[in-house]
């Protein structure tokens, strides 16, 4: 017998990524999880996932609360595993290694006999300071949006996390975090990652699917704490998520600033 379905909805929703040509590939789903713990993934359309792709998918069970806090009382779980099966509109998955969570708490975990994280080889380096100069236009349709799912570049498939995050209207987005966690050391290895800003108005699955999340491909600045934006943006981050107080006082905690990718002007300007 499986362990999910003890935790989490038997139907949900999910982010899964894996790599496609050196770059991060991030798509929204539904999720069926059998007995035994393997996943059926439905698509809105077609998806760029392959037979063994090696596959990271974030799952949650946000049906069980509508107010978040800083215990966050949620189950989630970042799903390490192998696309066994495809079509174009769905992937069966097989579990490699999950861990549950519910707030900061461990409740279960899974992983095969031979399955090892891969040590991470790739040279660390810093983060540059963002160059906005200004206080943004902070995003108003994303206001009352609370959570999205942070894909980082990680050995063999990527690390996924849930996070509070601050937005603007020119897609910026701003994040706050421990640089120890493995989400900041994989940033500093490289500074490229998906945000998904997650749109659920209201957590009831009985309703239909309706694919309420932004992707966003980004790549990842810092504020530094000397700066006078890091006061304002902390100011405006502690307004929307001010159950995220405690990051702010970590011993040389980290403000990310991810700019969207397609942003050219700010390219050039740090280039």
């Known amino acids: 017998m499986g362990l999910l379905r003890d935790f ?9 990524g894996t790599y496609r040509d050196e770059t991060l590939l991030v798509s929204v789903a539904g999720a069926s999880i059998d007995s035994d713990d393997r996943l059926l993934l439905q698509f809105p359309q077609t998806h760029g996932f392959k ?20 215990e966050l009382p949620v189950h989630r779980t970042s799903y390490k595993g192998l696309v066994a099966a495809e079509t174009p509109g769905s992937l069966a998955i097989d579990p490699l290694q999950f861990q549950i969570f519910h707030s900061h ?22 983060l540059p300071d963002s160059t ?7 995003s108003r349709d994303e206001a009352e949006t609370p959570l999205g799912v942070l894909f980082t570049r990680a050995p063999v498939s990527p690390h996924s996390t849930v996070m509070a995050f601050l937005s603007s209207e020119e897609g910026d987005i701003f994040l706050v975090t421990d640089p120890a966690s493995v ?26 699917l309706d694919w309420s ?15 006078p934006l890091y006061d304002v943006v902390k100011s405006r981050f502690l307004e929307k998520s001010p159950w995220n ?27």
Do not use: C, M
Request: aromatic content about 10%; charged content about 25%.
């Open 8 to 16: 989490l909805p038997r139907h949900t929703y999910a982010v899964v």
């Open 132 to 138: 906005l100069s200004r206080v943004p236009d902070w």
């Open 51 to 70: 037979t063994g792709d090696r596959v990271t998918v974030q799952l949650d069970s946000r049906t069980e609360v509508a107010q978040l806090n800083s």
């Open 213 to 227: 999340y932004r992707l966003r491909q980004v790549r990842a600045f810092q504020i530094p704490a000397s700066r």
């Open 245 to 271: 107080a405690d990051f702010f006082t970590l011993p040389g905690s980290l403000l990310l600033h991810l700019v969207p990718a397609a942003d050219q002007a700010h390219r050039q300007r740090i280039s």
């Open 105 to 126: 708490r461990k409740v279960a975990e899974f992983s095969l006999p031979d399955f090892s994280f891969p040590t991470d080889v790739r040279q660390p380096g810093a």
């Open 183 to 208: 989400k900041a050391q994989n940033l500093i290895r490289d500074r490229h990652a998906v945000f998904a800003i997650d749109f659920r108005e209201t957590y009831d699955l009985d309703k239909p």
